[in-house]
């Protein structure tokens, strides 16, 4: 795992950007996974900047979302779905049947999952899959407890969950209560990872997914577990790690002898 502590929100999304955009030039068919809320917003922006002014081009590329509230229609302003049209897809050119994101008006959940399951399969598994992380832990909508080695499925939101994104509806009791998500154990079959987290309020969650042991009260402990992550922090998100010096140090290393190793975990 190499952990980034960058100096600004700005500084990680660009990071990332970089990162996505070296694997885009390397394999245009790459497939992506994405995240919603609002810590990828400022990589999102980064990617459709890099798509106008230097022609990154998107069109071969296949993506997979993490998750999706039950219930939602891709059309309501507060589905995943309708966030990633907002701040991604409608400003790159993606083909709109490379797109998938979890249905939230499915009539069969347990086929639905098994469906997403097969695709991400078909599709020669996840390039890079990026990660939030929430206020407990979570990775995509895998709550406190949920096992390590999960698939695609339905789960029941926990209330701080809830609480957190109350402030995106206009009451708290619009919030949906079910999510259909990808399994910590999809999650970790992706080839690369990146974890992105910013932000004051996520300090302490970040230090226990990183430096804690790896348990399935804290999901994002897992992936301690997979052999290629890369996590980028601003310094708020960063600043109660206790080997942040370190891996500050081993940051401006490479940046000043190899940086073709950015990004790549040692």
């Avoid at 939030?132 to 029941?156: C, M, Q, V, W, Y």
């Avoid at 974890?195 to 996520?202: C, D, P, Q, S, V």
Wanted: with cysteine.
């Amino acid at each position: 795992m190499e952990i980034i502590i960058s100096e600004t929100y700005d500084e990680m999304s660009r990071l990332a950007a970089d990162m996505i955009k070296h694997q885009l030039l390397k394999k245009p068919s790459s497939v992506l996974g994405l995240a919603t809320g609002s810590t990828p917003v400022g990589l999102y922006k980064e990617l459709i900047r890099l798509h106008k002014e230097q022609g990154l081009d998107f069109s071969q590329v296949i993506t997979f979302n993490l998750d999706e509230y039950l219930g939602l229609p891709p059309s309501h302003d507060q589905s995943y779905h309708y966030f990633m049209d907002q701040n991604l897809f409608h400003h790159v050119n993606v083909t709109p049947n490379n797109i998938h994101v979890p249905y939230g008006h499915t009539e069969d959940i347990e086929e639905f999952c098994q469906w997403y399951e097969d695709q991400i399969e078909r599709a020669g598994g996840i390039d890079i899959q990026i990660l939030g992380i929430g206020g407990d832990g979570h990775i995509a909508f895998n709550e406190p407890g949920s096992s390590l080695g999960s698939r695609t499925r339905l789960k029941t939101l926990t209330k701080q969950t809830i609480d957190d994104n109350a402030r995106f509806f206009e009451n708290e009791a619009d919030v949906p209560r079910f999510a259909v998500t990808m399994g910590v154990g999809t999650i970790l079959e992706a080839r690369k990872i990146i974890m992105l987290a910013n932000g004051a309020k996520k300090a302490d969650i970040v230090a226990q997914a990183l430096e804690g042991p790896v348990t399935a009260q804290v999901s994002a402990s897992a992936l301690q577990l997979h052999p290629d992550v890369v996590v980028i922090l601003d310094a708020e998100a960063g600043k109660t790690l206790r080997r942040a010096d370190y891996y500050k140090w081993v940051y401006n290393e490479k940046k000043r002898l190899i940086p073709g190793m950015i990004g790549k975990t040692t």
